[in-house]
């Protein structure tokens, strides 16, 4: 049976470009791209510009081309370094670009398991822009220029109640902007405590230095880079790897 476009009926099977070509003229990375996928071994490949095939030619040429057009400015700016301010706008501008790249990113290892993203979700979108309900993004600084998109799928337990909501954590880093995206689902038996489940704190650490929150708009303004900038190359409480493990906040569940 045909794939479906992840953002409407028609059949995917357009070759869509992970990052967008102004992405890779503006960073011009030249070693090797590391591409895991779900459980499958990693590959090592000396083509940066990675192509999945879940989308139609219709969504990749109009409303996903048209966003990289609107976002080329801002995105452009902050992957190269610039200090920033963002108004609202320009912050539900970078948070849909954010949720555009999760989903695609989200479509790429659904051998193991289903999409999180539920169709509705994605369709939405697609039509205007809206944000999947209890989603939080937030912005902030890597070391040095680099490039990836790390998917990290969670249970949220409500002791002494395991599993009451999944989530799914994209970490996404181009240039010198990082971004990490955190939307829920609450499980249909435990919708009353869901307020409870969307308050749910991540691991200790010094994230209020290390990034900003543009997703849901809060009252203060946000100008970036934030006080602290996360190192790309080793561990520690202010690296890459710890902001992609900071939603690991319990025992690993199968």
């Known amino acids: ?149 790390i998917g990290t799928d969670v249970w949220i337990d409500m002791p002494p109640t395991p599993k009451v909501a999944r989530g799914t954590v994209t970490t996404i880093v181009v240039g010198r902007l990082v971004i990490q995206v955190f939307s829920i689902h609450v499980l249909p038996d435990h919708l009353q405590s869901d307020a409870a489940i969307t308050a749910v704190q991540p691991k200790p650490g010094r994230w209020d230095e290390s990034l900003l929150p543009v997703w849901p708009i809060g009252s203060r303004p946000v100008t970036w880079p934030p006080k602290l900038t996360f190192d790309t190359a080793s561990g520690g409480p202010v690296s890459i790897a710890a902001l992609v493990d900071r939603w690991k906040i319990g025992k690993n569940a199968s």
């Open 1 to 149: 049976m045909a794939r479906q476009c992840l953002f409407c009926d028609n059949k995917a099977g357009s070759r869509e470009h992970l990052w967008a070509a102004w992405i890779h003229e503006r960073l011009q990375i030249t070693t090797p791209t590391r591409i895991a996928m779900g459980k499958k071994p990693v590959q090592k490949s000396s083509n940066p510009e990675i192509k999945v095939k879940t989308v139609c030619g219709t969504c990749n040429n109009g409303w996903m081309s048209a966003l990289e057009g609107q976002c080329v400015p801002l995105v452009g700016s902050l992957v190269q370094d610039i200090s920033t301010p963002l108004d609202d706008s320009q912050q539900s501008l970078l948070t849909a670009w954010a949720l555009k790249t999760a989903m695609v990113t989200d479509s790429t290892n659904k051998t193991t398991r289903n999409l999180f993203y539920e169709k509705s979700e994605r369709e939405k979108l697609r039509a205007n822009y809206t944000i999947p309900e209890r989603t939080k993004v937030w912005i902030g600084r890597a070391s040095k220029s680099s490039l990836a998109a």
